[in-house]
């Protein structure tokens, strides 16, 4: 018997360790059945084809293979995530010259541009994958796993689906849930297992209560994360719960609050200083220097990934200058450049220490937006042992502000803004700002946007406050460094479209409004 999971596109490749999971461990490269969890036996009359996991560590190595895969995946997790989120909004310029980023910074993205058809593979595969250890985790063979080892273990792996399910109906809308294994076809199961391999797209109101199932069964049940902000535990479902909220298809404002509050109960709060984040310390080697993070697991960080030396990331080449060797893949243009309304941003409000933690001014080889001379490279991920987070408190702490105003109460949305702002250096609010909603929410917009700048956030809100046409245009009219636009931002704007691959393979799932 082999136990299969969807898998429409290519099955990414599991990872195996025989030790605790977290986002901080080195993968392992080499495909596992263990891990799969597969077994090729065949059956006897008696065997239960449900069974997945046949004992504890099948089920464990599977597991710590769900915290590689977040680690593992830069594509999407790191790279796509801030293209998307920066690029396709006024924050960043495509960078270099390939359709993969200037689709999006033209607002050209088809069902055919690269970034958009890797992450629908990599985001509904990876959500296959959880799929799979939380059914099977229920039933492990040999009966292993006490009660409370088994909902601890697949709160986890709701926390992580919830997160992916998240990112995807933020990008598309309306997507396709799977929640079973789908079963090996048959000649006498064929109708009843097609829709499980060509699933139908679910409604995105249907998609956002999925997510917050898995979140607040999660919510009961996670671990406690003890420090470690590598694990998908109880704070970051908190965390993921105060974020969904905020979103259109289930926004409650009052339970954004309450799940925030709760964080801050826990002992989160800000850094005293930004560059906690993501300063490094440059220690001189035989061959250079070593760029390793000077702060991780801070009080400000919910869920990170660390890179230990030996092992490191490439993102950081593809953004500029590792620090680590300065001349590595130092020859070609660099992705997601800081735009001139994105630095003008910074200085309107003389806001350096954020903006020099965000944006650096380096010579190069080339001039597609810059001087080569004094060129604008994004700075927060300038190593390749740089942390990289998934979610902080300053996010959720201005979510917060957000469902404040909502509920009219200026004068806690106005002392949060401050609080954000005198750690960052810069003035705080004047009394008229505070006592005029439009003015304090226009203030709180841009504060999101400087605190959040180049990690993938601006596109969203931009998206959640209905300003995609008024932000988007704007910059288009002032920003002189802008590509012209390809096609003008509409409503339609809201979504990306949907991969040619997913609509020729799948007959089930239909195209977004608009492409």
Known sequence: MKLKYINIFSIIVAMCLASSCGLNYEPVSDYSDITEGIDDT????????????????????????????????????????????????????????????VDPATNDLNSTTLCVNRDWEYLFDQAARCTRFIVGVEKVADGSLSDSEVKSMKAQAEIFRALIWFRAARMWGNIPLVTTIPPDITSEN??????????????EAEAYEAILNDL?????????????????????????????????PVRDYNKVIKYVDELTANGYALNPEY????????????????????????AESI????????????????????????????????????????TAA?????????????????????SNYYPSNDYAFMYKVRSGYSVIYFLRYDDLLLLKAEGLLANNDLTGAAAIIDQIRTRAGVRTLTASEKGNKETLFSLYVNERRLELACEGERWYDLCRLDLVQEAMMAAQRTDPGRLPLVNPYTENSYLLPIPQDVLDTNPNVVQNPGY
């Open 275 to 298: 560059g906690m984040l993501f300063d490094v310390d440059m220690t001189e080697s035989s061959t250079g220097y070593v760029a390793t993070p000077l702060y991780q697991n801070t």
């Open 303 to 342: 869920l990170e990934i660390h890179y230990p030396v030996g092992s490191g990331n490439w993102a950081s080449w593809m953004y500029g200058h590792c620090l680590e060797d300065m001349s590595y893949g130092f020859t070609w243009a660099k992705w997601i450049t800081p735009s001139r309304d994105l």
């Open 216 to 248: 607040l069964d999660a919510y009961q049940y996670a671990p406690a994360g003890n420090g470690d902000k590598t694990r998908f535990s109880k704070d970051v479902a908190t965390a993921l719960l105060a974020k969904v909220y905020a979103e259109k």
């Open 346 to 366: 910074f200085d309107e409000l003389n806001d350096t220490k954020r903006k020099e933690q965000t944006v650096i001014y380096q010579e190069c080889d080339w």
């Open 42 to 101: 065949e059956p006897d009359a008696s065997e239960d084809a449900s069974i997945v996991y046949k004992n504890r560590a099948d089920a464990e190595s599977a597991l710590t293979a769900l915290y590689e895969d977040i680690r593992g995946n830069q594509n999407f997790l790191q790279l796509d995530y801030l293209l998307i989120g920066d690029v396709h909004s006024d924050n960043a310029y495509a960078g270099t010259t390939g359709s993969e980023v």
């Open 190 to 203: 064929i109708a009843e297992a097609y829709e499980s391999y060509f699933p139908k797209q679910n409604t």
